[in-house]
C-alpha cells in the first residue's frame, strides 16, 4: 500500500522558513517523479517544485525560485521542502505526490499518489 505522509507545515510570521517532509513507502520501483504542490482555498491547486528520483534536476514555480529548495533523503525515502523568506501569499495545504513519469513536472495531473496535505499559513 502506498503512503505519503507531509510533515513539518504550521504557523510562521512573513520571512520566516518551515521544512516540510514526505515520507514514502510502499511506492512502485518504476516511479520516477516526485513533487510538492499547494492548494490554497478558492484556488486550483498548483505546482510548487519537483525532481527525476534518479536524477539531480529540479524545478520550481516562478513564484517560490530562490526561496524553496527541494530535494531527497533516498536512505530514509524522505522528500523534503525547505521553504525560506515565507510570505502571506505562500499560505495553503502543501501536498506530496510520486509519478510513474511527467514530462511537466509541476503539473498535477501527471501524477499517480498523493499525500494528504499539511497546512502552512504565513501572517503577522
Known amino acids: 500500500q502506498v503512503q505519503l505522509v507531509e510533515s513539518g507545515g504550521g504557523s510562521v510570521q512573513p520571512g520566516g522558513s518551515l521544512r516540510l517532509s514526505c515520507a514514502a513507502s510502499?511506492?512502485?520501483?518504476?516511479?520516477?517523479?516526485m513533487g510538492w504542490f499547494r492548494q490554497a482555498p478558492g484556488k486550483e491547486r498548483e505546482g510548487v517544485a519537483g525532481?527525476?528520483?534518479?536524477?539531480?534536476?529540479?524545478y520550481y514555480t516562478d513564484s517560490v525560485k530562490g526561496r524553496f529548495t527541494i530535494s531527497q533523503d533516498n536512505a530514509k525515502n524522505t522528500l523534503n521542502l525547505q521553504m525560506d523568506t515565507l510570505k502571506p501569499e505562500d499560505t495553503a495545504v502543501y501536498y506530496c505526490?510520486?509519478?510513474?513519469?511527467?514530462?511537466?513536472?509541476?503539473?498535477?495531473?501527471?501524477?499517480?499518489?498523493w499525500g494528504q496535505g499539511t497546512q502552512v499559513t504565513v501572517s503577522s
Open positions: 525532481l527525476y528520483t534518479r536524477g539531480s534536476s529540479t
Open positions: 510502499g511506492l512502485p520501483a518504476s516511479v520516477s517523479v
Open positions: 505526490a510520486a509519478a510513474f513519469w511527467a514530462r511537466n513536472l509541476l503539473q498535477p495531473g501527471e501524477y499517480n499518489y
